[in-house]
C-alpha cells in the first residue's frame, strides 16, 4: 500500500464494521480482512452505495473467495486488486434485514455451518468434522418453497441452497453454473434420502456434479419465500425466522474481482 492513503481497522464488537463505514461518506474502498461471515458484516453497508470492496480470505471456509477469485493467498490478491475497477455484482436481500452474497441454505448444510465451530478443529478440518458429526444425527427438516408463480417445493430435504455464488461448506461447490451478476438465486435442493447413500452425493458434490441427479430439485428465481422449521445459515451466519423472504438485487454491490 506503499504510496496509498489507507487506514487499518479491527472489529471489535458487533456493529463495529457499521460505525467504520460511516466514517467515509465519500466513495471508498474497503478491503474485508476475514472469513465468509465477516464479509457478510462488511457488505450490508456497501449494498447500494458507491463504495467498493475487495474480499481477502482469512477464514474457515471462504468459500465466497473460491468462486470469484483465482487463488486463495490475501497477498496476492490484494496486489492484483489494487488497481482494478470495481465489477457490480447481485446481493440477494433476506426478510428486507440482511443481504447474502454468497449462499443462504436450510438442510443438514445449514446445520454443519451453523455447528462448524463447535469443536476445535484446525481449519482445514473444521467443516469434514462437522459433517461427520452431525450427518448420523440429523433431522430431515420439512420445507416449503413459494415463488411468484406458485409453490415451488414442498416436502423434507437433505440439502436445500439458494445460491448466488457457486461453493459452500469449505470448498463443496453446490452450484457449479452460479453467476453473482445474472440478476437470478440458484435453487439447489436435495430431498430426503436415505443416509446410506450420502457418500454417493458427497462424492457428486466434490465431481460438481449434483444438479444432474434425477431426484435433485434445481430452478432459478428472483424472489422466493421459503416457509421451515429450520435455522438459514446466511454467508456463515446462523439466522432463524418463521419465514425467509429471499429477493435477488441486482448489481447492487461493487465488488474488485
Known amino acids: 500500500m506503499k504510496g496509498r492513503d489507507y487506514e487499518i481497522y479491527f472489529s471489535e464488537y458487533k456493529d463495529h464494521v457499521k460505525e467504520i463505514v460511516k466514517n467515509y461518506p465519500e466513495k471508498t474502498r474497503f478491503y474485508s480482512v476475514g472469513g465468509d461471515g465477516f464479509f457478510n458484516q462488511v457488505i450490508q453497508n456497501l449494498v447500494h452505495t458507491d463504495h467498493e470492496v475487495v474480499c481477502l480470505p482469512f477464514g474457515t471456509g471462504n468459500d465466497f473467495s473460491r468462486a470469484i477469485h483465482r487463488h486463495m493467498r490475501p497477498e496476492a490478491i490484494l496486489k492484483a486488486t489494487l488497481d482494478r475497477p470495481a465489477t457490480p455484482v447481485d446481493t440477494i436481500l433476506v ?76 470448498g463443496f461447490q453446490i452450484s457449479p453454473k452460479s453467476k453473482i451478476n445474472d440478476g437470478l438465486i440458484d435453487m ?12 454417493y452425493y458427497i462424492y457428486k458434490i466434490l465431481r460438481k456434479d449434483l444438479i444432474s441427479c434425477k431426484d435433485v430439485v434445481v430452478g432459478q428465481v428472483k424472489d422466493c ?15 432463524e425466522a418463521d419465514k425467509y423472504h429471499l429477493v435477488v438485487q441486482p448489481k447492487s454491490l461493487n465488488l474488485v474481482i
Open 188 to 199: 439447489v435442493i436435495l430431498p430426503k434420502v436415505n443416509r446410506l447413500f450420502a457418500p
Open 95 to 170: 426478510n428486507d434485514e440482511r443481504y447474502c452474497i454468497n449462499v443462504g441454505c436450510f438442510g443438514l448444510d445449514a446445520l454443519i455451518a451453523n455447528t462448524v465451530h463447535d469443536v476445535k478443529t484446525p481449519k482445514s478440518a473444521a467443516y469434514v468434522a462437522s459433517i461427520l458429526r452431525n450427518i448420523s444425527r440429523y433431522k430431515f427438516a420439512k420445507v416449503k418453497v413459494m415463488g411468484k408463480n406458485g409453490l415451488l417445493f414442498n416436502d423434507q430435504v437433505t440439502l436445500c441452497a439458494f445460491c448466488n455464488g457457486r461453493y459452500y461448506g469449505g
Open 225 to 239: 419465500v421459503i416457509t421451515t422449521q429450520a435455522a438459514m445459515n446466511l454467508d456463515g451466519e446462523k439466522k
